[in-house]
T-cell receptor, first 113, second 113 residues
Framework: DVKVTQSSRYLVKRTGEKVFLECVQD?????MFWYRQDPGLGLRLIYF???????EKGDIPEGYSVSREKKERFSLILESASTNQTSMYLC????????????FGPGTRLLVL | GENVEQHPSTLSVQEGDSAVIKCTYS??????FPWYKQELGKGPQLIID?????GEKKDQRIAVTLNKTAKHFSLHITETQPEDSAVYFC????????????FGRGTSLIVHP
């Protein structure tokens, strides 16, 4: 069974803290994605990665960075968390070719105080 | 780039009624249109998809129709049940390179028993 896991379901951080959100997939997928989900705004792409050590900016990369040192792991980093980064963060993966389905993790709900 | 509009944002129906969610897209090159269902506390999961060489696709109580000329596609759920209550997202993608969909903003479907 396809599996995308995220390190935390809920996270509370203080303004200015460095925050790491981890995502792991067990499907040997090349592509991995980080989305942010806010009410009324749908899913907005932050960053994606085609392969190990590769990364591309999505629609809203400001204030975020990513790391992909291993194929199965894609990390989202908030260098200095701010209250406007309070949101639900979703990780997804997909194979490079063929099946275009995205497989999502359960999400991490981040609250920045 | 691609723009996907989704309506309505909220849909409330009685159990047993039908529900229809509509999406329009802007890029005529888009050729893959998936629908995702997001239940409370979970990540989105693919429920049905359609490609541009097909006008309609059905899977038990759910169906998707595509009108390429008008650039719109719809999700139809018949005989709705309380477990159909969720947020539904449509998406569209243009071929070439890694698959990166553009998502609609989501529809919150509430099925009243």
């Amino acid at each position: 069974d396809v599996k995308v896991t995220q390190s935390s379901r809920y996270l509370v951080k203080r303004t200015g803290e460095k925050v790491f959100l981890e995502c792991v997939q067990d499907m040997d997928h090349e592509n991995m994605f980080w989305y942010r989900q806010d009410p009324g705004l749908g899913l907005r792409l932050i960053y994606f990665s085609y392969d190990v050590k590769m990364k591309e900016k999505g629609d809203i990369p400001e204030g975020y960075s990513v790391s992909r040192e291993k194929k199965e792991r894609f990390s989202l980093i908030l260098e200095s968390a701010s209250t406007n980064q309070t949101s639900m963060y979703l990780c997804a993966s997909s194979p490079r070719q063929g099946d275009e389905t995205q497989y999502f993790g359960p999400g991490t709900r981040l609250l920045v105080l | 780039g691609e723009n996907v509009e989704q309506h309505p944002s909220t849909l409330s129906v009685q159990e047993g009624d039908s529900a229809v969610i509509k999406c329009t897209y802007s890029d005529s090159a888009s050729n893959y249109f998936p629908w995702y269902k997001q239940e409370l506390g979970k990540g989105p999961q693919l429920i049905i998809d359609i490609r541009s060489n097909v006008g309609e696709k059905k899977d038990q109580r759910i169906a998707v129709t595509l009108n390429k000329t008008a650039k719109h596609f719809s999700l139809h759920i018949t005989e709705t049940q309380p477990e159909d209550s969720a947020v539904y997202f449509c998406a569209a993608s243009v071929p070439g390179g890694s698959y990166i969909p553009t998502f609609g903003r989501g529809t919150s479907l509430i099925v009243h028993p």
